[in-house]
């Protein structure tokens, strides 16, 4: 056999296995494409089926096709745009449609067409604004509508616009603060209201003031610290309250305070550790608890430790590797577990 029918038979075998791939059965006959028109193939992303008919395009008008992308069918016409104003067709980026007529804008007046970004509608009339005061326009951005009138600010008290970032309004007077305390206003920056007194501080220990990130409030009286114990205060950031008592930690262990960071409450006995084994500490950075026995490791197999970076536990013993393969061990890196037998590489 010469190279000539070699060529042929192996260009014949590519063909063959090319239409293999392609192929689409229409009504009895083998087609290309990935969805029939009748007896025909056709690939959905270039074409449509139009009465029967493949057309260019994926959507139809009529016996038509088109792209959507770039075209609109309006009563059976394809015309560029991406909606319909009766007859017309348009691009709604750039345009809307106004009592069955095209115009510029997003949004219609009436027959007229405007841009909400720059312009709104009042009373029929567009007026350079963002919304309607009456008949009037405005942006909100910088003025409000108090009482049918506009004001500058963007908020109303009473007839009065102002701004809520400066002023506050209390009994119908604009004044400057952030909330009121009867009929004055203070900043709740670095002031309270207590008992409608304001005083300096944000937080109120009966007619007092006070700052909470210096003191606290125990029992009416105002103290340094941010938690209380009783009458007392304390800072939970180096001391905790145990039974009524103010002891250096941030746990209890009955009447006894520690500090979790360094010790552990086992059965009502401070240890040095981080966790608990019965009654004795361990850190568990470097042991663990197999069977109420404190062991080097990480993880217990059956009553001894290891570590779980270096070894593992297959059936009760503990081998080198991180995985189990029967009563095997290895390594995921560098072998696989076909159907319990061990392989080299990373696929069985």
Do not use: H, W
Not at 69 to 76: A, Y
Not at 201 to 211: D, F, P
Not at 255 to 268: E, F, I, P, R, V
Not at 279 to 289: A, D, P
């Amino acid at each position: 056999m010469n190279y000539k029918v070699i060529l042929s038979q192996v260009f014949l075998l590519l063909l063959t296995k090319s239409q293999f791939y392609e192929a689409l059965l229409c009504n009895g006959f083998n087609v290309v494409g990935d969805t029939c028109c009748g007896s025909q193939g056709y690939y959905t992303s270039t074409s449509t089926c139009c009465l029967g008919v493949i057309k260019a395009g994926n959507a139809c008008c009529g016996s038509q096709g088109y792209y959507t992308s770039t075209s609109t069918c309006c009563n059976g016409v394809i015309l560029p745009g991406n909606a319909c104003c009766g007859s017309q067709a348009y691009y709604t980026s750039t345009s809307t449609c106004c009592l069955g007529v095209i115009k510029p804008g997003n949004a219609c007046c009436g027959s007229q067409g405007y841009s909400t970004s720059t312009s709104t509608c009042c009373n029929g009339v567009i007026l350079p604004g963002t919304a309607c005061c009456g008949s009037q326009a405005y942006y909100t951005s910088t003025s409000t509508c108090c009482l049918g009138v506009i004001k500058p600010g963007n908020a109303c008290c009473g007839s009065q616009g102002y701004y809520t970032s400066t002023s506050t309004c209390c009994n119908g007077v604009i004044l400057p603060g952030t909330a009121c305390c009867g009929s004055q206003a203070y900043y709740t920056s670095s002031s309270a209201c207590c008992l409608g007194v304001i005083k300096p501080g944000n937080a109120c220990c009966g007619s007092q003031g006070y700052s909470t990130s210096t003191s606290t409030c125990c029992n009416g009286v105002i103290l340094p610290g941010n938690a209380c114990c009783g009458s007392q205060a304390y800072y939970t950031s180096t001391s905790t309250c145990c039974n009524g008592v103010i002891l250096p930690g941030n746990a209890c262990c009955g009447t006894q305070a520690y500090y979790t960071s360094s010790s552990a409450c086992c059965l009502g006995v401070i240890r040095p550790g981080n966790a608990c084994c019965g009654t004795q500490g361990y850190y568990t950075s470097t042991s663990t608890c197999c069977n109420g026995v404190i062991l080097a490791g990480n993880a217990c197999c059956g009553s001894q430790a290891y570590y779980t970076s270096t070894s593992t536990c297959c059936n009760g013993v503990i081998l080198a590797g991180n995985a189990c393969c029967g009563s095997q061990a290895y390594y995921t890196s560098s072998q696989v577990c076909c159907n319990g037998i061990l392989k080299a590489g990373s696929v069985c």
